[in-house]
Structure formats: C-alpha cells, structure tokens
C-alpha cells in the first residue's frame, strides 16, 4: 500500500540508442539533478558492450527521468505522439532557459511563445530525440 504522503507519479525510462551516458549527463546538466550511472559490466550484463549503460537516471532536481542504452536486440527510443511535459514546475525564467538549452542542436517544433488564452508554451526535439512540451500560465 502507497503512504498517502508519497507522491506517485510515472517516470520515463527512455532506452538509447549506444548514447545514454551523452544524454544523460546532458539533461543532469540542464536541471542540475544527481545523476547516476551504471555501466553493463557492473551488472555484469553480457547482452552489450561493456562500457555502455545498464541503468542511469536523474535524482535530487526537478526532473525524474531513467535511461539506459539499448542492449543488443532491443529497439531504443523513437517519441511519436507524446511529450514529456515541463508545465509550471519551475520560474518562468528558468523555464525559457531549459527551452533554450533543450533547443541546442535539436529542433524547435513551435518557439517558447504566449498563446491566445494567456498561457506561454512551446515544443522542442532535442538532440536525442526526445520531444518536450515546455510552458507556464501567467
């Protein structure tokens, strides 16, 4: 049973493409979370190469996200149809500077811009592919 003091929500496991270590440090650095890394042979996994990452994640920061690279045979990720939302949980500032950094080298799919019913949002794809929904009401 789930203490009614414990926030339950779901967190992406994204599965990479040989590129979680990049990836994941990108987005620790971005939100300034704990990130944690380990490799395939520290689970003395066989299944990929030995340096690649069994399971890493981001902790202690405003974004809950886990990854890790594909192992041999497995399919990594491909988002279509879903973002991964960032609405309200930081300043407006720091919102626009996440935007920003989540913009480099990847593409912008509608700018960081109000809307016509007073919020201000805008999507990016990143550089790994992953599609982010980034916004706030005033």
Not at 49 to 66: F, M, Q, R, S, W
Not at 76 to 85: D, I, N, P
Not at 95 to 118: C, D, K, M, Y
Request: glycine share 10%; charged share 15%.
């Amino acid at each position: 049973m789930v203490s009614k003091n414990q926030n339950v929500a779901p967190s992406p496991y994204i599965l990479f493409p040989g590129n979680a270590r990049e990836a994941l440090t990108f987005y620790s650095e971005i939100f300034g979370c704990q990130l944690f890394l380990h490799t395939f042979s520290a689970f003395e996994r066989t299944d990929g190469p030995a340096n690649t990452i069994a399971h890493g994640g981001l902790v202690d920061g405003p974004v809950k996200l886990y990854g890790a690279d594909a192992a041999v045979g497995q399919a990594s990720v491909k988002m279509e149809g879903m973002m991964l939302t960032l609405l309200g949980v930081a300043e407006p500032s720091v919102l626009h500077q996440w935007f920003n950094q989540l913009s480099v080298s990847g593409t912008i799919i509608e700018p960081l811009q109000r809307r016509a019913w007073g919020a201000t949002d805008g999507q990016v794809i990143d550089r790994f592919g992953l599609c982010w929904l980034v916004g706030y009401e005033d």
